[in-house]
């Protein structure tokens, strides 16, 4: 409940963060109001001529706590920096049209967001569609004279029951909420009103658009049409039992004149974002046959357009690949991976040979160090990419065919030109467990000096199938400003590093992940520059899990923040908003008919050995790790008589870090919890 902030609690957490606004204030070092100024390139487009880009620039509106997108080009010599599209609206997702004459965006500059298109040669702009709800994965035909685009459509249900005698005038409490579907709720969006995503064609020199996919599915991600222009080919899980098989996607034509819809693959798992080739006789897409496990490798595959002779291209890669692109010849299909904390960009030829082009993309997680990052390729097969740092969020650079990187922007040299931010540095650790050798990074406080003793922050990823890297990560780089070393990295279950490695937690998470974290807080110990008088730990998602498996197996940090954490697997399955898919990926059975193995891995389950003084922080409309997880945390934390407190995000989902006032404030409180119990040098 909200009234179980302690006063004296909010005192001290008050007094505390202001020491650390103070500390991290310093002319050096970041500071919470340069996360309102940071910007980041995204979504990089190689213009028809090959000579240019058009890219999202990125930015943080202080005034309406959210994030602006806005238009620029940059030519791929660096230089001709600029907007084609900036204002105080958002401007987003460019398509150029077959013929490289016209460009199709998305923006709000009219209110709700709608599709434009911009006449190259004159810059002349008209609105395409006039629509309710925002359009997404827009694609031109062939010919140029129409645009497919996905948009989510209301379905309107007839109550089960009403009250049809409510007097004019009468203020009456709203209607109860009828629900009949299993997933009734999204993280980002909360309820989720009756409908589906569905195709729509319009003309591009504007008009009214006709939907051409019907009923109760989800036709998503890219469209592809064919050649000649008559149909489009989507993926879509059609099977009546789609919400307890969540990942069985399969690829279909729409015949767009007639609507008529025809399935092409049906592999046991997903088929999805198909892509035709220049030439039109052969379509790429990603998809796995599903095993079962929790974690499962996207393979890269092509077939014929009747959805014959599929052939696998990445089978050897071992690991899972997105982000595909036909080259101009179709002779081979870009794609990215993850390889061991860093995103990839990589060509693989019709025959399966591949060649990797950068290892270097990233910068776009700002929040946590997470693998992130797009890129483009031209017709002469230089990759444009947004470029990883390590301490500075995405800029955009290419690489040429024989290996040459040129950096092409550099949009916070402003506000981090004069600063400190140290970049992360590899620390190898082999597992007590195993012998396997483990991948961890450290960032230093701005003026290190490894001759003297530090605090330390374990910090930990969520997911759990997900990887950390040497990216730039906001939160990491706000707490070393503050003072702390901090140590984060990929135990078992991580990506990037094969199925075998992230399977290793397979119906049995958390397990040995909590040894691979405790052996990464050994190896940087054993720098010889740490207080171990000073550690602490903190986590979100997958992470805040951990951080409570932590202290419920030790007493060795002073103090700990378990961030939007599952508590207790049972009472998850009943809010959450992916329980179908836990059931069947995490777990052997259902809760109530194996009990055990739900509870042994329950941090609740140890909470009667917790010592550590913690903070319990989740944002407030949460439904992937359901406020209730927090509540039942913290109060189970109050009956042991742990010093503890609670955060509870205002207006936040699991993505805490959507607004940039929230992730200020996660950053805040977590430094506030943590220099509270810090012990100085003197004592």
């Known amino acids: 409940m909200k009234f179980s902030f302690k006063a004296i609690a909010l005192g001290a957490i008050g007094i505390s963060c202001n020491a650390s606004l103070a500390a991290v204030q310093q002319d050096n070092t970041i500071s919470y109001q340069d996360l309102f100024n940071i910007e980041y390139a995204a979504n990089p487009v190689v213009t028809p001529d090959g000579n240019n880009v058009v890219y999202e620039r990125r930015s943080m509106d202080i005034m309406t706590d959210s994030m602006r997108r806005n238009l620029w080009t940059v030519g791929l010599d660096g230089n001709n920096h600029l907007p084609l599209l900036s204002d105080s609206n958002n401007h987003f997702n460019p398509l150029f049209s077959p013929d490289g004459k016209k460009m199709a965006y998305l923006s709000s500059k009219e209110g709700k967001v709608q599709i434009y298109l911009r006449d190259l040669a004159t810059g002349l702009t008209a609105r395409i569609t006039d629509v309710a709800i925002t359009p997404t994965n827009m694609s031109f035909s062939p010919d140029g004279k129409q645009l497919a685009f996905s948009m989510f459509t209301h379905t309107k249900n007839k109550p089960l029951f009403s009250l049809n005698f409510k007097p004019k005038g009468a203020k009456w409490a709203d209607d109860a909420q009828y629900i009949d579907s299993t997933l009734y709720r999204n993280d980002g969006a909360g309820m989720k009103k009756p409908g589906n995503m569905h195709v729509y064609v319009v003309p591009a020199i504007g008009g009214t658009p006709r939907q051409i996919t019907f009923g109760n ?46 399935q092409l693959t049906d592999i046991s798992g997903p088929e999805a974002n198909p892509i035709i080739s220049p030439k039109g006789d052969k379509v790429a897409f990603v998809g796995f046959e599903d095993n079962g496990k929790s974690n499962q490798i996207n393979q890269l595959y092509v077939m014929d357009l009747d959805g014959t002779n599929i052939k696998a291209l990445t089978p050897q890669l071992d690991r899972s690949v997105a982000n595909i692109i036909w080259s101009k010849d179709a002779k081979g299909v870009y794609f990215s991976y993850d390889n061991n904390g860093q995103k990839n960009a990589a060509y693989v030829s019709l025959k399966g040979k591949i060649t990797n082009k950068t290892d270097n993309l990233g910068g776009m997680s700002l929040g946590r160090p997470y693998t992130s990052g797009q890129f483009d390729v031209t017709s002469k097969g230089q990759v444009v990419y947004t470029l990883n740092s390590g301490n500075q969020p995405s800029d955009l650079a290419v690489v040429n065919t024989r290996g040459k990187v040129t950096q092409l922007t550099d ?24 012998g396997r050798k483990l991948q961890s990074w450290v960032v230093t406080p701005p003026d290190f000096d490894p001759s003297k003793k530090y605090p330390l922050i374990l910090e930990i990823h969520g997911g ?30 991580s990506t990037s590093q094969g199925a075998e490695f992230a399977n290793l937690i397979d119906k049995n998470y958390p397990s040995e992940d909590y040894n691979d974290l ?57 809010t959450s908003d992916i329980y179908t898919f836990m059931t069947k990926y995490w777990f052997t059975d259902l809760p109530w008919n194996d009990y055990e193995q739900y509870w042994k891995r329950s941090p609740l389950s140890l909470v009667g050995n917790v010592k550590t003084p913690t903070m319990v922080l989740t944002g407030e409309l949460d439904v992937r790790t359901p406020m209730a997880e927090s509540e039942q945390y913290y109060g189970a934390l109050r009956l042991e008589g742990v010093e503890s407190s609670f955060v509870r995000i205002q207006g936040a989902y699991h993505g805490i870090a959507a607004k940039p006032s929230n992730l200020a404030r996660k950053v805040g409180y977590i430094l506030a ?5 810090r012990q100085s040098e003197q004592q």
Do not use: C
Not at 238 to 262: Q, Y
């Open 673 to 677: 919890w943590f220099d509270k119990y």
């Open 464 to 493: 759990p199938h997900t990887a950390y890297g040497p990216n730039f990560s906001a939160e990491v780089q706000m707490f070393a400003a503050a003072g702390y070393v901090v140590i984060y990295g990929n135990p078992r279950g």
């Open 518 to 574: 405790m052996d990464m807080v050994d190896g940087v110990i054993a720098k010889g520059y740490i207080d171990e008088q000073n550690l602490f730990v903190t986590g979100g998602s997958g992470g805040g899990v951990l951080t409570a498996w932590i202290i419920g197996n030790t007493d060795r940090f002073k103090a700990s923040v378990v961030a939007k954490p599952v508590i207790n697997w049972t009472s998850m399955v009943g």
């Open 411 to 434: 949009l916070n040299a402003d506000i981090f030109g004069h600063k400190v931010l140290n970049k992360p540095e590899l620390l190898e650790v082999k597992s007590s467990v195993d």
């Open 217 to 262: 599915h989800d036709f998503s991600g890219s469209l592809a049409w064919t050649k000649d222009a008559k149909k489009i080919m989507v993926s879509a899980n059609t099977r009546k039992n789609k919400e307890f098989d969540v990942f069985n996607s399969d690829l279909h034509t729409i015949d767009v004149a007639t609507t008529k819809l025809t």
